[in-house]
């Protein structure tokens, strides 16, 4: 059996194969869907960032994201913290966006504190338990909803936002 023919052929083979690396890895990169969809929520976040309720709001109401859950997240935050807080909406969207993603960890603790506004511990210690499942309770989540109840019970069960202690 002659070997030469194999051997430009592997290296004929090898030389492909490089190039087509080569060209793959220079060609322009496009946004995934879900880069594209996170970044649309940018400019409400930048608004909740500032506390400038109303603008987040209407903003995320022009994205109008209803299949994604940090756009259902972000709703029922704004709609929690804004001026004239709206619990019933707001615990609505939190709803929405674990059924979602069930692990969504922003939305177990925020709508943790949304119970503790309404009064209910026993449903903001069980968004606290399923992020020590989801975290290992160590994660930044756990720790403000951890906080969260811990003013409340300091503060014979009333909400205490974080700042006002």
Known sequence: MNSKPSFALA?????FCLQVTLAADMAPTTPTAAARKDASLDKARQYIDARQWDAALKELKRVDDRGNADWN???GYTLRKGGTPDLAASERYYDAALKIDP???NTLAYSGELYLMKGDLA???ARLSTLATECSAK?????ELRAAIDRYQANGNRYVAK???
């Not at 994660?139 to 720790?143: L, W």
């Open 103 to 105: 692990r969504h960890r």
């Open 11 to 15: 290296i004929a083979l090898s030389a």
């Open 73 to 75: 997240n972000l709703m």
């Open 123 to 125: 449903k903001a210690q």
């Open 163 to 165: 700042g006002n202690w």
């Open 139 to 143: 994660c930044e989540q756990y720790d």
